[in-house]
């Protein structure tokens, strides 16, 4: 017989014969029966299963079993006798299919997370990272979901690329080359001879290439892995960090705004819905109000401010930032959490940043100073949106790029895009993991992607 997710033992299998298979959650063991608390991943709670010392390999296989033995188990699904739980199993067979060694690390005592990192092979057995990794999952089909109702279309976008999409330069460098011995040019490595016929590097954003998707569909989006070399040893930041970037032609900034609004909502909304029981989960074990905090979000307006707003706010707040604020300076995480935490208690989108601190790529608003850009903050992050109305002017970008040190050679197809067919359109990127943060309630950023990449670290 085939084994079935532990899920799928609804009522309608109550009384017939059922097989599971999955790994010993705890195992107590007494006189004349054993109870085995079984998960398979499907869901937090498992299901119990209740040996008798009858059963012919009780003594050979039941006794034995301990935390993160794996098991196949095949009996009758009962109610439960024991009070909360809905079914149990009531073994016929129970067949010990692996044992765990005595160093088996993960026991019944909760173990920090700094800990489980070190042990991400093993961490997903844990009940914390089983329900992040459900709750990324669900946010992930949401996310689709959302996007394919709003008439979407999925771009796969390049994960190696010749453009530096952010033009910060903080990219890790692709290449084929000896490193001990590459060929040389006038002193200096030649880049024409690797693998590409030129230099190439991990993207940090799929956004130039869903501008150009979007200059043909209308409306697409991006969603998968960015990479980003910045020192930034936060809990907030990772170097492989998943990223959805919608792009949309003929959209303005207001109409980004509103698209992030529904977006949010409608991801956040859905998590509540259907991974009820994991999010009862982060609530009382993680977060103490994690849940009731989603429900405001998803039923409060965002709030709207520009930059130079928010940047009156931080000035009349009599604190004593860390950062000082001053218009033309970038908000710090401290200023964004103030701001949606303390003044505005629900998330708040800033638009129009001065150009200086804001990417090549924004659109220039009449007063030369300010560009159409976007981020929504909320509390306990700060930023986990971040977009803009994009510079669809060719007059206005070339010589934009000029005054930032961009070589227009480089860019000579973005470029291209807007001396045919150039509309105004607009995009967001949103920091998946940033989403999970918020989400769950959990602390570190680590902790909520399968295998976190950070500074000094990228084992597994
Ligand atoms: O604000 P960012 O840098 O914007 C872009 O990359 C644009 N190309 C997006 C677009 O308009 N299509 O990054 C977008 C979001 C941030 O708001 C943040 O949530 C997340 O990506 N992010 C990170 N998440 C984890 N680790 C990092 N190092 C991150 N850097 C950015
Ligand atoms: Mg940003």
Known sequence: MTATRITKLTADLLGSEVGIEGWVRTARHSKAVSFLDVVDGSNLAGIQVVAQRELDEYDDVVRKLQTGCAVRVHGELVVSQGKGQGYEIQARTVELVGGVGEDYPLQKKRHGFEFLRTIAHLRPRTNTLAAVLRVRHEAAAAIHDFFADEGFLWLHSPIITGADAEGAGEMFRVTALDLEDPPRAEGRIDWSRDFFGREAHLTVSGQLEAEIAALALSRVYTFGPTFRAENSNTARHLAEFWMVEPEVAFLELDGLVDLSERFLKSVLGRLLDRCAEDMAFFDQRIDKGAIERLEHVVASPFERITYTEAVAILEKSGRDFEFPVAWGADLQSEHERYITEEVVKRPVVVTDYPAEIKAFY???????????????????????????????????????????????????????????????????????????????????????IPFPRVPGSAEF
Not at 415 to 438: C, I, K, M, W, Y
């Open 362 to 448: 924004m659109y220039g608003n009449d007063d030369g100073k300010t560009v159409r850009a976007m981020d929504v903050l909320v509390p306990r992050i700060g930023e986990i949106v971040g977009g803009s109305q994009r510079e669809h002017r060719l007059d206005v970008l070339g010589p934009r790029m000029d005054a930032l040190g961009l070589d227009r050679d480089e860019y000579w197809w973005y470029l291209d895009l807007r001396r045919h067919g150039s509309v105004p359109h607009a995009g967001f990127g949103l920091g998946f993991e940033r989403l999970l943060l918020f989400a769950t309630g959990m602390a570190n950023i680590r902790d909520v």
